[in-house]
């Protein structure tokens, strides 16, 4: 049997990392109550442990973790796969978890009066299911298990959207759960395509079986289109903003940080693994230009928002744009194939960091919701006084996010620029730039309004939710210190960890965005009266702002159009044969 | 023809007349029915695939069609979600419509 | 002969899909959609997925129909805002011509697949003896590919926790479904007397039979999931509070019970999901039997709904 078909040792791990938060799971429902919540708290080590464990075994690069279940080797049996990328993965989503469950012991504990409630049971048990079906997508080496953990990861979202039974939520998470069953089905349609053609669904055959051929291409556009919907990817953002927006805290950071993650993984998964040889660099130019674009229209929409959560919101869809921008960095010409590498390095380093820094994002925002009875941007003055805990967390996520060293984001940057230069793909260094410039703008508008120096804010913080102040900070702190760790023991390109104290080079290279992210803020931003900065530079600025605010305008104008169910419905098909015939064009 | 090629073709139309459905209907529970059309269209090709694929005395490839029982079962599930979601938006709000409201924008902060 | 057979059933499918789509009012459409859904059952027989044939015309066919046409009498009063919405023709022309391009697509790719088309069926027949089951498509799914039917499982129990989930909160713990008032010597009440107890026998032998012959778990569990939805609706019997310990406990110890084995097997066969040799059979007919009451429950709370309803004290 070849190498590939065998099952390596520490590879129950494997199934370990799957089975712990559905058993979990099904033991919160079937013992409810308060104990849900119980064995929620408790499956957080064991799942950590496990993570940990797998992240260990696959230290020094370039292994494999392979686990046969049923001892049943492919293309008959079913195999779980973990590479370092996964093991990564899996220990952030861990982290994340965590740090989201002990912020949500504060607002989703069964109130003393009853013996179960609905919300408090529900969000526990649909949270462990998340983290199962994440794991899952994680490790999963077969299309239709994949297939099966997508829709796991649907199923448990989609209520975590609409907990608190308000009718905006609900028609959020329908339209969520609309658009992502599209999604679904095309990804399925792929792989039977696949299986069609080659008698098997597990990516290893599949890799060593493809050719480029006219099925394969469909399948290929297909299955990536139908993961750009479950992912939010432009202009497939309907559902995304107000899913997330609304949704009650705890729930947003999960949705925003972790489950948009998933699909995401599987489109690396799908193009680094299974299909290297069909990505053209065509069709790898044409992710990256839904990403930039995404990058573009979700931060200038943010900068115009009124609401921190649904500022945050569309921040993720600037972000999910940057995920999106490794792959055509990832063309190796030599090979004429995509190849993990810097790029690599680069997109699982940006997701990590956005998981930890968009995570404590939302409980930040959520605490100051808690306090304040609301999230209106213009209301938070004064609130840095009261609420100095998760002022500090959102300012130290927003900076990470921003790429200031030593962030992972910063990490991810400069691995990004790395490899657009040696690819010699210039336009992608503007688009990296810029977007850090972007991300600078929304996070120091939303810093100004909360530190602007106004009459005493009337946010009182609950003692209980103190605790999820500190989880949030904690994270936050993560995502900014996370540029420090050894990376380069799984992603041999990742630097080694950046030394304290910074040098004179990596502070500016981390400081110019927010600069530059300053003047866009003042230009494009929708600032209440008074204005924190004297009504004299308004005046100056004139004719430049009136202008800036015209294509704002214009911008939430076509974003408004796009999130309409027709237009988005028309926008997946047009992707999927924009994909289909870029896949061809390459040959 | 063969079968597997006449239902593969039909397959791929009825995967066309549920996107097609898809996209005009503005009643979500006739989304959800075109859903289904295209679920059933997908399942359909893969059971062409699985006829295509008869041999060792078999009248089919038993892999799609076990492939195919959980993917019904799926959506079946997604389906009952998706029935319960629209009732409940129904009973809290009177109404089933997924455009969002155009939001009031007061310009005020354009200065 | 065959071929033409073939395409008057294909035709008629299209025919019906087509009226599903474009029939004015929610509730046509729905009830074609049933029909449509009972019509792919013979679209299955032809193509010799005998398996797949029942549980379309149990789960897609019957299931679904049943759901999609209780939701449609109930958003009877939102058919006139739909219809007030509808798009304009340029729309709908944009609309054609992408979902006509996708499927000339499809359609293109269905003739472009290889000749002679890859298969597994030499490997399952080769392997199945090691299982002990004679219906290649119940070794598939309980040992091959168990994985997936374990997930499967778990898929059905989520999907019911997200339904929960949307009780209003007054009501959590309550019962699913609101009470019918239904005539106690009509036909309905007739015919909920006497189906069921033929409706168990068959499901239970169509579970039985599962193992060596076309059918299994998920078709039996429908027919008996679907014996007492009609004995609810008729107003026999009634849905239980979804508080009830033993409710829970019902819909966890089938996919319980598969996890155990499962666990069982790394240290009996030395991977998880296997079974040790000789023990194939036996194993596999537990699970079949501990998964069979969970799923007709959970296909059965599925049907009936989010909690509605307190229960008298």
Not at chain 1, 519 to 541: D, E, S, T, Y
Not at chain 1, 545 to 555: D, E, H, P, S, T
Not at chain 3, 113 to 131: F, G, K, Y
Not at chain 3, 156 to 169: E, M, N, Q, R, T
């Amino acid at each position: 049997m070849p190498a590939q078909d065998l099952t390596t040792p520490g590879g129950l791990l494997l199934v370990l990392a799957v089975l712990v938060p559905f058993a979990g799971m099904l033991a919160g429902l079937a013992l409810g109550g308060r104990n849900a919540q119980r064995v929620a708290l408790a499956t957080m080590p064991a799942g950590l442990g496990i993570a940990v464990a797998i992240a260990g075994a696959l230290s020094g690069a370039g292994g494999e973790l392979v686990y046969l279940l049923g001892n049943w080797a492919p293309p008959l049996g079913v195999a779980l796969r973990a590479d370092a990328a996964s093991a990564l993965m899996l220990v952030a989503v861990a982290v994340v978890i965590s740090g989201i469950a002990v912020y949500a012991c504060g607002d989703f504990s069964t109130p003393r009066s009853a013996r179960e409630a609905r919300a408090p049971l529900t969000f526990w048990i649909l949270l462990l299911a998340v983290w199962g079906s994440l794991n899952l997508v994680l490790v999963g080496g077969d299309l239709f298990t994949l297939y099966v953990a997508l829709e796991l990861l649907t199923f448990a979202a989609v209520p975590l959207v609409c907990l608190d039974g308000r009718g905006e939520t609900l028609q959020s998470a329908l339209r969520y759960l609309l658009f992502a069953l599209l999604g679904s089905m095309f990804y399925l349609l792929g792989a039977v395509l696949l299986y069609g053609s080659y008698g098997t669904l597990d990516i290893a055959l599949l890799a060593a079986r493809l050719r480029p051929e006219a099925v394969p291409f469909a399948a290929a556009a297909l299955m990536t289109a139908g993961l750009l919907a479950k992912t939010a990817l432009f202009p497939l953002h309907i559902w995304l903003p107000p899913a997330h927006a609304g949704a009650p805290a705890a729930a947003s950071a999960v949705l925003s940080a972790l489950v948009i993650k998933g699909s995401w993984f599987l489109v690396v998964r799908l193009w680094l693994k299974a299909m290297p040889s069909l990505a053209g660099l065509a069709s790898m130019q044409v992710l990256a230009g839904l990403g930039a674009a995404a990058i573009v229209l979700g931060s200038i929409v943010a900068l115009r928002q009124e609401r921190l959560k649904l500022l945050i919101a569309f921040s993720t869809l600037a972000q999910i744009g940057y995920l999106f921008l490794m792959f055509p960095l990832a063309f190796d010409p030599a090979s004429a194939q995509l190849a993990a590498g810097n790029a690599l390095a680069g997109g699982i380093m940006q997701a990590v960091s956005h998981a930890t820094a968009k995570a404590a994002m939302f409980m930040a925002a959520g605490s100051i919701y808690a306090a304040l009875g609301h999230d209106r941007l213009e209301g938070l003055t004064g609130i840095g006084r009261a609420m100095p805990v998760s002022m500090l967390a959102f300012a130290l996520s927003g900076l990470a996010l921003v790429g200031l060293p030593p962030s992972g984001a910063y990490l991810a940057k400069e691995l990004l620029l790395e490899a657009a230069a040696q690819s010699a793909q210039w336009w992608w260094t503007i688009v990296i730039q810029a977007g850090g410039m972007l991300t600078a703008s929304y996070v120091l508008l939303v810093l100004a309004h909360a530190f602007t120096l106004g009459e005493r804010s009337t946010a009182r913080v609950s003692r209980a939710a103190r605790i999820g102040e500190m989880a949030a900070l904690t994270l936050a702190a993560c995502s900014l210190l996370l540029g420090l760790l050894p990376w380069d023991a799984w992603l041999p390109p990742a630097r080694p960890a950046l030394s304290l104290p910074l040098s004179l080079e990596a502070l500016s290279k981390g400081l110019w965005p927010l600069v530059a992210g300053a003047l866009l803020a003042i230009w494009l931003g929708r600032w209440g009266h008074p204005a924190p900065f004297g009504k004299a530079i308004v005046a100056r600025l004139g004719a430049a702002r009136r202008a800036g605010l015209a294509v704002g305008k214009l911008i939430e104008r076509i974003d408004c159009r796009l999130r309409q169910w027709p237009a988005a419905s028309v926008s997946l098909l047009v992707v999927a044969m924009l994909l289909g015939a870029a896949v061809m064009v390459a040959r | 023809m063969t079968a597997p090629t006449i239902f593969g073709i039909c397959a791929a139309l009825l995967v066309g007349i549920g996107l097609f459905g898809v996209i005009i209907s503005p009643h979500p529970l006739r989304k959800l029915l075109a859903f289904n059309l295209i679920g059933s269209g997908v399942f359909m090709l893969l059971g062409a695939v699985a006829r295509r694929g008869a041999a060792a005395g078999m009248g089919g490839d038993p892999v799609p069609q076990a492939l195919l029982i959980t993917g019904i079962v799926v959506a079946f599930s997604a389906t009952a979600l998706a029935v319960a979601l629209l009732l409940r938006l129904f009973n809290e709000t009177g109404s089933v419509t997924l455009a969002a409201d155009a939001r009031a924008h007061p310009d005020a902060g354009d200065t | 002969m065959i071929a033409a057979l073939n395409i008057g059933v294909a035709a008629l499918v299209l025919a019906l899909a087509l009226f599903t789509i474009v029939a004015r009012e929610s509730f046509a459409a729905c009830v074609g959609f049933l029909a449509y859904g009972l019509l792919l059952t013979l679209v299955w027989v032809q193509l010799q997925g005998l398996d797949v044939a029942l549980i379309e015309g149990a789960v897609g066919g019957g299931l679904t129909g049943v759901l999609v046409i209780g939701a449609a009498v109930r958003l009877r009063s939102t058919q006139a805002a739909a219809d007030a919405a509808r798009l304009g023709m340029p729309a709908r022309m944009l609309a054609v011509l992408l979902s006509g391009g996708v499927a000339a697509a499809m359609a293109a790719c269905v003739l472009a697949l290889p000749d002679p088309a890859p298969t597994l069926a030499p490997q399952v027949s080769a392997s199945m003896a090691a299982t002990g089951v004679a219906n290649p498509v119940t070794a598939v799914l309980l040992a091959f590919r168990a994985m997936d039917t374990l997930l499967e499982a778990i898929v059905l129990v989520l999907a019911l926790i997200g339904v929960w989930s949307l009780a209003p909160d007054r009501v959590w713990g309550g019962r699913p479904a609101l009470g019918y008032d239904v005539d106690p010597d009509g036909i309905l009440a007739y015919v909920a007397r006497i189906l069921p107890p033929i409706g168990i026998v068959a499901g239970i032998y169509i579970f039985w039979a599962g193992a060596d012959h076309p059918g299994g778990k998920f078709q039996g569990a429908t027919i008996l999931a679907a014996m007492w939805l009609l004995a609810m609706r008729a107003g026999l019997t009634d849905a239980p509070p979804v508080d009830r310990k033993w409710l829970r406990l019902a819909l966890v110890a089938g996919p319980a019970a598969f996890f155990a084995i499962g666990l069982a097997g790394t240290v009996t066969a030395g991977a998880f999901l296997a079974y040790p040799d000789g023990y194939a059979k036996v194993l596999i007919l537990a699970i079949e039997w501990a998964l069979l009451p969970s799923l007709a429950l959970t296909l059965f709370l599925l049907m009936a709904g989010a909690p509605q309803r307190m229960s008298a004290p």
